[in-house]
Antibody, heavy 118, light 112 residues
Framework: EVQLVESGGGLVQPGRSLKLSCAAS????????MAWVRQAPKKGLEWVAT????????YSPDSVKGRFTISRDNAKSSLYLQMNSLKSEDAATYYC???????????WGQGVMVTVSS | DIVMTQSPSSLAVSTGETVTINCKSS????????????LAWYQQKPGQSPKLLIY???TRESGVPDRFIGSGSGTDFTLTISSVQAEDLADYYC?????????FGSGTKLEI
């Protein structure tokens, strides 16, 4: 059974940093692209970042480029999201997700909440 | 960036009815290489994570009931839910998986 378990969320002040982690199990982690998707309270879904199987390629939208860094450790079947210079608009539930070979996110974690407030 | 425009934003239906949700992309999602449309549909029930329903516009994910039907090509796509059940109460999102940045529609809230 595919499982994605996020951790590392919490309350952080604007301008500070936070690192999210995602522990994957139930599949061969190193064979899949992985992604982070977020959802602000009562809002829709927003893709945040994707990383290739080896970690050599990453993709992210302009809204987080230069502030957020996605990374992975295939030996530990873990995905990470380093978030720097956080803004109030980054407050959301962050989902770890698996991308299949068509680029679709086929499995999602339960999500971890990030609150940005002074 | 490809903009996804989804309609309606909300929809109230009775069980047993057929529902149609529309999604329009600002660019064609059809790959010239394999003639497939890179459009997905997700369902998000209250308090839960999103769940993949449909990908490549019309391919149903394993385990998804056959009352969920994806159709369309190019820039215009539709999710049809035939004989809506009470358990289908959820938000529905379309997403293009044709190119980065990946983008979602704004969602449709289905009320039963």
């Amino acid at each position: 059974e595919v499982q994605l378990v996020e951790s590392g969320g919490g309350l952080v002040q604007p301008g500070r940093s936070l690192k999210l982690s995602c522990a994957a199990s139930g599949f061969t982690f190193s064979n899949y692209y992985m992604a982070w998707v977020r959802q602000a309270p009562k809002k829709g879904l927003e893709w945040v970042a994707t990383i290739s199987t080896s970690g050599s390629r990453t993709y992210s939208p302009d809204s987080v480029k230069g502030r957020f860094t996605i990374s992975r450790d295939n030996a530990k079947s873990s995905l990470y999201l380093q978030m720097n210079s956080l803004k109030s608009e980054d407050a959301a539930t962050y989902y770890c997700s698996r991308q299949n070979n068509t680029g679709t996110t086929d499995y999602w974690g339960q999500g971890v909440m990030v609150t940005v407030s002074s | 960036d490809i903009v996804m425009t989804q309609s309606p934003s909300s929809l109230a239906v009775s069980t047993g009815e057929t529902v149609t949700i529309n999604c329009k992309s600002s660019q064609r999602l059809l790959s010239s290489g394999n003639q497939k449309n890179y459009l997905a549909w997700y369902q998000q029930k209250p308090g839960q994570s999103p769940k993949l329903l449909i990908y490549l516009a019309s391919t149903r994910e394993s385990g998804v009931p056959d009352r969920f039907i994806g159709s369309g090509s190019g820039t215009d796509f539709t999710l049809t839910i035939s004989s809506v059940q009470a358990e289908d109460l959820a938000d529905y999102y379309c997403q293009q998986h044709y190119s980065y940045p990946l983008t979602f529609g704004s969602g449709t809230k289905l009320e039963i």
